[in-house]
């Protein structure tokens, strides 16, 4: 069960002029576990600069994976005589197509 006071020794408006809460909560249990239970919520509470963190390393983890994906394709296939994916020998190239396909941004040349 929680439970909320207002803190002692201020005014007692829930939320002030600045935009902050005028709120302690006590007897929570297990507040962190709570917290990152509801990801929405938790990334709409926290500072932009979290959530933003977040969304860019949830992008650079997904090309990096599909990256390594396409790569061991790439080794266990053997592309020398008949390729399976063109122009993609090494990581790096590798990691551009995860990007290109994830983002449909188009194939072209290298």
């Not at 207002?6 to 002029?17: A, E, S």
């Not at 929405?40 to 932009?48: A, E, H, K, R, S």
């Not at 990096?64 to 020398?80: C, E, Q, S």
Request: net charge positive; aromatic share 18%; glycine share 4%.
């Amino acid at each position: 069960m929680s439970s909320w006071l207002l803190r002692p020794g201020v005014r007692k408006d829930i939320i002030r002029k600045n935009g902050d809460c005028n709120i302690t909560f006590s007897n929570l249990k297990k507040r962190r576990s709570r917290y990152l239970q509801d990801l929405y919520t938790t990334l709409v509470d926290v500072q932009w600069r979290w959530t933003l963190l977040v969304f860019f390393l949830a992008f650079i983890i997904s090309w990096l994976i599909f990256a390594f994906i396409w790569y061991m394709i790439i080794k266990v296939h053997g592309d020398r005589a008949e390729p399976c994916i063109y122009n993609v020998e090494t990581f790096t190239a590798s990691f551009l197509f995860s990007i290109e396909t994830q983002h449909t941004i188009g194939y072209g040349h290298r």
